[in-house]
């Protein structure tokens, strides 16, 4: 399924990467930042969402990257040029993410950051919608979210435009060992 989904995901203009391990993942992920020039300044600052992702790893260690945020508020959201958060979901026949995004800091970094960095385990791709729907409770998911590549509008004189209503770029990171089966 990660196959249909990436084409999918790609013909939506998202950039979609595969990593066996959450150590190779990070790697990649601190690497693309430094050459996407992050730093400690506004719009050039990263801010990193909670998540499962960040379990066993030395955030410590993070925080001390120049422009490597933890704490999401609103202001930091709304300065930030990345944002990194975890999706609980991904559809493969339409290239969607799927987010529980109940809590306010996962909808902050997804949809105010002008490159949003999505991590997602592997173990998590769904066929389709009902495959999702039936996994769903609505009292544990009361706000769900869902990306299908960046942001884009077509309602300006029928012009298509990029990043109007959110990110501009969506940069999709597949972790196997993440597990799934949320």
């Given at each position: 399924?990660?196959?249909?989904?990436?084409?999918?995901?790609?013909?939506?203009?998202?950039?979609?990467?595969?990593f066996v391990t959450k150590s190779a993942a990070l790697s990649w992920l601190l690497a693309f930042l430094q050459k996407e020039g992050l730093a400690d300044t506004p719009q050039t600052s990263a801010l990193w969402a909670e998540s499962s992702f960040l379990d066993g790893l030395d955030v410590?260690?993070?925080?001390?990257?120049?422009?490597?945020?933890?704490?999401?508020?609103?202001?930091?959201?709304?300065?930030?040029?990345?944002?990194?958060?975890?999706m609980d979901w991904a559809l493969a026949d339409t290239g969607s993410l799927v987010q529980n995004s109940t809590a306010?800091?996962?909808?902050?970094?997804?949809?105010?950051?002008?490159?949003h960095i999505a991590l997602v385990p592997t173990a998590a791709?769904?066929?389709?919608?009902?495959?999702?729907?039936?996994?769903?409770?609505?009292?544990?998911?009361?706000?769900?979210?869902?990306?299908?590549?960046?942001?884009?509008?077509?309602?300006?004189?029928?012009?298509?435009?990029?990043?109007?209503?959110?990110?501009?770029?969506?940069?999709?990171?597949f972790v196997d060992e993440l597990g799934g089966g949320f």
């Open positions: 399924m990660y196959e249909q989904f990436k084409a999918r995901a790609v013909g939506v203009s998202a950039e979609v990467f595969r410590d260690a993070l925080k001390m990257i120049a422009g490597l945020k933890f704490e999401v508020t609103r202001e930091l959201a709304a300065e930030a040029r990345f944002g990194i958060s975890q306010m800091e996962q909808r902050l970094v997804s949809s105010l950051s002008t490159i791709i769904l066929p389709d919608m009902p495959s999702l729907l039936s996994r769903m409770n609505p009292k544990e998911n009361p706000y769900i979210a869902m990306i299908t590549g960046p942001s884009r509008t077509a309602d300006i004189e029928r012009v298509l435009t990029i990043g109007v209503h959110g990110p501009e770029r969506l940069v999709i990171v």
